[in-house]
């Protein structure tokens, strides 16, 4: 039976499924929020979960509403169409389309690896201007691995010396990757998030809590 949870105006469907488990789990369906949870799970606890992740949770269902069709594909904040030919993979990029050439078959496989090129293009693009402003600092260019996550955008790994970036910021403007390029450099000096890594960080983006607000409400699907 299927539930609604409304908040400050909004509302999210829900349906609550008991089965024979310990754990209680949350899934995004189609349109609405499954809950499976073990029969001593009480209603109330669910609700109060619902209720402290209800603005995360209804924007992710919002967003799954309006998800590109597979004849679209996102890139740099633009919507374009998107056409797959088989051959070897290669792609180009017109006024309004993405033209692809691929012997797979998964478009969301295909979509992924452009992301990742077009990671691999900018990243080139503003790697002059990066460098300029981390050595101010005193740091030498991080090595950047490239990956598709799904909860973050981006971190830095002390102990390898590593960033990863989110290939997902390919749909996004540029500027949001260099936003999270400068996050993770400012990691490797003052490795929490302190008065004095902020500080630093403006030192690298000024106007960085613009974007950094941005992308808090910004669900990575």
Known sequence: MMDIF??????ISYQITTKKI???????????????????TKKKLILT?????FEMLHQKLELAKSVEST?????????????????????????????????????????KRIYASEIQKHLEEIKAEIDQTI??????????KLKYL???????????KEITLNTFLARLDVIYLRYVIYHEYAHAIVFNHSKDYYKL???????HRVYQKDLKKIAII
């Not at 409304?6 to 509302?11: D, H, L």
């Not at 050595?135 to 950047?144: E, H, V």
């Open 22 to 40: 310990k754990n209680t789990y949350f899934r995004l369906k189609d349109g609405y929020l499954q809950v499976t949870t073990g029969p001593a």
């Open 71 to 111: 004849d679209e594909i996102m890139l740099w904040g633009k919507k374009y169409e998107f056409i797959i030919s088989h051959g070897k993979f290669r792609y180009q990029i017109t006024d309004d389309r993405v033209i692809v050439h691929s012997t797979w078959t998964d478009e969301k496989k295909i979509k």
């Open 150 to 160: 799904k909860s973050k955008f981006g971190s830095y790994h002390r102990k390898n």
């Open 201 to 207: 960080l403006s030192e690298f983006m000024p106007n």
């Open 6 to 11: 409304q908040k400050n105006g909004k509302s």
């Open 135 to 144: 050595s101010k600092k005193g740091l030498s260019p991080i090595p950047f």
């Open 49 to 53: 979960y619902i209720d402290l992740k």
